[in-house]
């Protein structure tokens, strides 16, 4: 994470147990979130991989519920691009790379995956135990929120990757997270360098900030 996770929760107070992470890979975060109290986590990955790796890593772990997909505005399939070994899979995005190509040319998109899409709305599991959404999804963030109406209604906090550039084809810019989330506000921006046009932010629902 570009923001330190510790220090967001103890700046904004935020007391959640429940985190659903879109993208998570091999759900490196795991030990921050249980150093922060949260209890009950939905790890979300489209890539089998990586999707092996945290089945391996969590799938005897009753607080934890692992789903082997991508999430956006509708169901189905799509290939998603994929990059070699050095890169992890991390760069790996439903979306045709851009501008990251310029940026990172040490990341070679040289594949792709055939992967299930869901709307998160649709995943079998009960929404109202979670309280913060963290998106980690290459330029796809507003495919995954407007796929997520329902799930929203839940959330009170979201930790999530965004852009100002066309890293990838089509990608969400930070506005549009913005605008499609009108009931937050974005309290936190960090960007990876003056020269990439890409980082993350935080957003609270803006009822918890009046309080």
């Known amino acids: ?63 934890i519920k692992l789903f082997n997909c991508a999430c956006g505005q509708i169901s189905g399939t799509s290939a998603m691009f994929t990059t070699g070994p050095a890169n992890q899979g991390m760069s790996n995005s439903l979306l045709q790379p851009k501008v990251h190509l310029i940026q990172h040319p040490r990341v070679i998109f040289n594949g792709t995956e055939m992967v299930n899409v869901k709307k998160l709305d649709d995943l079998e599991f009960d929404k109202t135990e979670y309280g ?9 963030e507003d495919r995954v929120l407007i796929g997520a109406k329902k799930t929203l209604k839940s959330i009170d906090y979201v930790y999530t990757e965004v852009n100002r550039m066309e890293m990838y084809e089509g990608n969400a810019m930070i506005e549009d997270i913005d605008r499609i989330l009108s009931d937050f506000q974005r309290v936190e921006t960090g960007w990876a360098s003056d020269h990439h046009g890409w980082g993350e932010a935080m957003y609270i629902r803006k009822t918890i900030l009046q309080q």
């Open 1 to 63: 994470m570009l923001l330190n996770i510790h220090e967001l929760f103890a700046r904004y107070k935020v007391q959640v147990t429940g985190v659903i992470h879109v993208g998570a890979h091999w759900g490196q975060e795991f030990e921050a979130y249980s150093f922060l109290g949260v209890e009950k986590l939905v790890f979300i990955e489209p890539c089998q991989a990586a999707f092996q790796i945290l089945l391996n890593k969590f799938s005897n772990n009753p607080n």
């Open 132 to 140: 913060l959404l963290n998106m980690d999804c290459q330029g796809f």
